[in-house]
């Protein structure tokens, strides 16, 4: 028991002769603890929000577009080939289907259809 005593002592005259190195030692945990809840709470707040603007739309429906944002690699930017498949594994999802849109294609209407498409543009996408 006495030696229990005397380390405890050492201990703490050690913490009380160093005050900012033993300030410093106990300020790192805080700071680490603080941000880890603080990027948690951001990103629970941001998956909230984005919830309740889904909520208010009224839709069920989303569309998710590839983006060439951050990789910079020149080209159309597509999506994986697995990513139907991943998405379809969401619980909540009801339905999946993968959309391609084309450039360069030329449209030949029928006599009967040449006055529709002479009004409007047409559009083609092709389904996999």
């Known amino acids: 028991m006495r030696r229990l005593r005397e380390i405890i002592g050492t201990a703490l005259a050690g913490l009380g002769a160093r005050k900012v190195r033993t300030a410093l030692i106990m300020l790192g945990p805080m700071l680490g603890v603080s941000a880890i809840v603080g990027a ?21 429906l989303v569309v998710v577009r590839a983006s060439d944002a951050f990789g910079g690699g020149g080209g159309e930017p597509v999506l994986p080939e697995a990513a139907v498949e991943r998405v379809l594994r969401v619980p909540t999802v009801e ?10 294609v030329e449209l030949y209407p029928t006599e009967e259809s040449r006055e529709y498409f002479e ?5 083609v996408r092709c389904r996999r």
Not at 95 to 104: A, D, F, L, P
Not at 119 to 123: N, S, V
Request: charged share 20%; hydrophobic share 30%.
């Open 95 to 104: 339905q999946v289907t993968s959309i391609r849109e084309v450039g360069g």
């Open 119 to 123: 009004g409007l543009p047409a559009g």
């Open 40 to 60: 948690v709470g951001m990103s629970e707040s941001a998956k909230g929000d984005l919830k309740q603007t889904l909520r208010e739309l009224g839709t069920n």
